[in-house]
């Protein structure tokens, strides 16, 4: 019977051994900062405004092509609207005020990444993201891309991010049913490529 059971625990040992072998290691791949980009895109009843924000930090880690975790670091001073390719410097000021995103109080919104489901070049990522001082977990589909470079291009083409659920209220219409032609959507999109490499 003791053999019987030392036999047992043996294999299980060697199993235990061959997997933890055959596991690929993470690789953790820095964002690019040159190469990568955040834009957004918001909407009022009639029109909306465009922009950009400047990344300050990311990473990307991975087992093997599969992409397990990470995440980036927004400057939310940065906030830029390009309607057209022109700016627009009073619209940012307000952007950047209380009303809005209150980057005094707030310089950096930020991504992690907690889970992510599947195993190929589009994946859906689910994480926690933080603005204004508030993490929500959001999921939103991404492309994988390995370019011939050794670098990863991760692409979320359209995330959609519920402002007053980080306590940004201006003109909702659903916060201010009274608020008539001069709502701005609750909604905003992000457009988020991260070119990394190891």
């Not at 939310?76 to 995103?101: C, E, S």
């Not at 992690?112 to 959001?138: E, M, P, Q, W, Y």
């Not at 032609?181 to 490499?197: N, Y």
Request: no cysteine; hydrophobic share 40%.
């Amino acid at each position: 019977m003791k053999l019987k059971l030392s036999a047992i625990l043996m294999v299980a040992f060697v199993a235990s051994v061959s997997f933890l072998a055959f596991t690929p290691k993470a690789d953790t791949y820095t964002v690019d900062l040159t190469k990568s980009t955040i834009s957004w895109e918001g909407k009022k009843l009639v029109g909306g405004h465009t922009g950009t924000i400047d990344l300050t930090s990311g990473t990307l880690v991975f087992a093997g092509k599969k992409l397990t975790s990470g995440g980036f670091t927004a400057n939310m001073n940065t906030i830029k609207t390009m309607d057209n390719g022109k700016p627009n410097a009073g619209l940012d000021k307000h952007l950047k005020a209380d009303d809005f995103f209150g980057v005094e109080k707030n310089p950096a919104s930020s991504f992690v990444i907690k889970k992510v489901v599947g195993n190929g070049a589009t994946v859906n990522v689910t994480g926690d993201l933080t603005v204004k001082g508030v993490t929500n977990s959001i999921t939103f589909p991404a492309t994988l891309v390995w370019n011939a470079d050794k670098t990863v291009s991760a692409t979320a083409e359209k995330i959609e991010i519920d402002r007053t659920k980080y306590g940004i209220q201006y003109r909702s219409k659903s916060i201010f049913s009274d608020i008539g032609d001069k709502m701005i959507e609750d909604s905003f999109t992000l457009s988020v490529k991260l070119v990394a490499k190891k």
